[in-house]
Structures are given as C-alpha cells and as structure tokens.
C-alpha cells in the first residue's frame, strides 16, 4: 500500500488542485491529510476516489483520508487533552480499518508529554497489526514498545521558516515499511511523506 500523508496548513495553505496534483503523480492507494479545511470536500471533483473527513469540535478544519476507488470503515479515537482552560480542545484521531490491520491518522498535541500519552492510547486501544501516521509534533525521539520508527528521517516541518523539525513520522506494529521519502513542500509549511506499507 503507497500512503502519503501531508500537513496542509489550514490558513492559505493546500488546496483541493495542490492534493490532486500529487495524487496523480504519485498514484497513492490512500492519502491522509491534517488541517484539512472545507475547500478539499471538492477533492473527489479533481481526483475521483471517495473522501472521508473527521472533523473537530471548535476547530475549523479536520483530518481526511482519501483513497481513489472503494470505501473505507472509519471511526474515531478520543485522545487525552491539557483541561488547562484557553489550551487546544480535545483531540481525535481518524482509525482506518482494513482487513487484518489498522492505519490511523493523526495530529497530536505541542505538548511533548502530552502527545506521547496520545500515542500511547492509541497503541492500546487498537488491537493487532497498526500504522501511526501524520503530524506527531513530537521532538526527539519516541519510544514505544512494539513499534519501529519507519517514517523518513529528513526535515518535514520548517517552523519560522528557520527551525528544521521532522514532525510528520509513522510508527508501526506488525507491519512492514519497504521504504519512505519525503516530497517537495508545496503550498504548506510541512512537506509530504510517503510510505510504502506491507501488511
């Protein structure tokens, strides 16, 4: 399975034209995609394929997924959130079903302990083979039992234009990455990964 998966910078970021232009060139069997705002629901208009989004309360934009043929069985996974008042609402992240394995779609929060925790929950709430995916926000490394770092190892995420980060990752359990690289910026501050995934 060929996964990219792409911060889109919700103000002035990626259109629905920006993800097309990469989807044909690129030929993924699924794409995910964070910060995706209500200008990609024309996506299927561009590319085909179905569009699946799940949106967050208090939040104007949402995590998607899009594949090019066939429909997905998706849910949600609530993640632990500060309930220090003015900090971010709760998080959610998008579960992707397939037979036999998991893919789950992911932006977790700035804070470093407190995305760990979301990895963590996830990782004990989903049974069997499983792929992380998408914008950790972590710095350093992560470790969690079972898991391996497949994600590539370059710079995903410039912040200010000056501080290099590799925010965007994927971890998996059980499963098998052949390879990973990331792709050119676009019209976000994050750069786009791609991941071929063996389940």
């Known amino acids: 399975m060929k996964i990219v998966s792409w ?9 629905a034209a920006d993800i097309a232009g990469i989807i044909e060139r690129q030929r993924p069997d699924l794409f995910l995609m964070q910060e995706a ?3 990609i629901d024309s996506l299927p208009s561009h590319a085909g394929g179905q569009l699946y989004k799940l949106p967050w309360k208090g ?3 949402a995590l998607g997924a899009w594949v ?3 429909h997905l069985t998706t849910s949600s996974l609530e993640l632990p959130y500060s309930k220090v008042p003015g900090k971010f609402p709760p998080r959610v992240a998008q579960v992707l079903s397939f037979e036999g394995y998991s893919i789950v779609n992911v932006h977790l929060s700035h804070g470093q302990l407190l995305n760990r925790r979301q990895l963590r929950k996830i990782a004990k709430s989903i049974e069997g083979p499983l792929a992380i995916i998408g914008d950790f926000n972590t710095l350093g490394p992560v470790v969690m039992r079972g898991f391996k770092d497949v994600g590539p190892r370059q710079v995903t995420h410039m912040a200010k234009k000056v501080m290099p980060f590799r925010l965007d990752r994927c971890f998996v359990r059980d499963l098998k990455c052949q390879n990973s690289r990331v792709l050119e910026r676009g019209r976000s501050d994050h750069r786009p990964i791609v991941l071929h995934i063996n389940p």
């Open 37 to 39: 705002t209500e200008g």
């Open 59 to 61: 939040k104007s934009y």
């Open 68 to 70: 090019p043929q066939g």
């Open 7 to 15: 911060n889109l910078l919700y103000r002035q970021g990626a259109a």
